[in-house]
Structures are given as structure tokens and as C-alpha cells.
């Protein structure tokens, strides 16, 4: 599966963004998928998870309540909402296959986004 994110930019804090993830290949609906993100200096997190039906959905706990992961299987793409942005949620976000917890699976380009105090 070949992965191509898309729909970051620079938003001021308390902003939305959405974000989606094209994925070539049949097999996108039969994984569970995840968003992903690095900020400069850390370690890449997991922001959010969506099992391959849709549901089962996982957020970590600072974007809870603000961030809705989703994904349209007819399209082979996943999504990520985000609003009331905060400036710590500056990064490049990525999507992923989540195998086992982890991601899994070659990383695309990923897309940046910003969040201006």
C-alpha cells in the first residue's frame, strides 16, 4: 500500500485542519490505519487509530475530544479532523497501516502542519 497525506498548512491556534490519506492498492480496507506525527526534535507519535471497519477508533489523550479520525473504504482514503487546534500539535503528520499497535509499512511524505499562537 502506497500512502500519499495531504491537507496541511498553517491554521492560527484554536483552528480546524482536515487531513487525508490516499492509498493505493486493494488491500487498504482490510487494515487498520492510523495518523501519525513528529514534531522537530521528538520521537513520531500515534495521534489516532481506526480499525479496518471504521470503528474501534483510538485517540491519544492530547487530541481527545478535538481530532475525529474517519476513513471511506469505497475511496481508499483516511482522514483526520482536527479542531481548536493547539500550537504543540505543529508537525509533520503521517498515515500508516497499525499492525500490532505499531506502525507498519513503508512511511509516505507526510504533511506539515502549523499552528500559529
Known amino acids: 500500500v502506497q500512502l500519499v497525506e495531504s491537507g496541511g498548512g498553517l491554521v492560527q491556534a484554536g483552528g480546524s485542519l482536515s487531513l487525508s490519506c490516499a492509498a493505493s492498492?486493494?488491500?487498504?480496507?482490510?487494515?487498520?490505519m492510523g495518523w501519525f506525527r513528529q514534531a522537530p526534535g521528538k520521537e513520531r507519535e500515534l495521534v489516532a487509530r481506526i480499525m479496518w471497519y471504521g470503528g474501534g477508533t483510538y485517540y491519544a489523550d492530547s487530541v481527545k475530544g478535538r481530532f475525529t479520525i474517519s476513513r471511506d473504504n469505497d475511496k481508499n482514503t483516511l482522514y483526520l479532523q482536527m479542531s481548536s487546534l493547539k500550537p504543540e500539535a505543529a508537525a509533520v503528520y503521517y498515515c500508516?497501516?497499525?499492525?500490532?499497535?505499531?506502525?507498519?509499512?513503508?512511511w509516505g511524505q507526510g504533511t506539515q502542519v502549523t499552528v500559529s499562537s
Open positions: 492498492g486493494r488491500s487498504f480496507s482490510t487494515y487498520d
Open positions: 500508516n497501516i497499525v499492525w500490532s499497535g505499531r506502525p507498519y509499512g513503508s
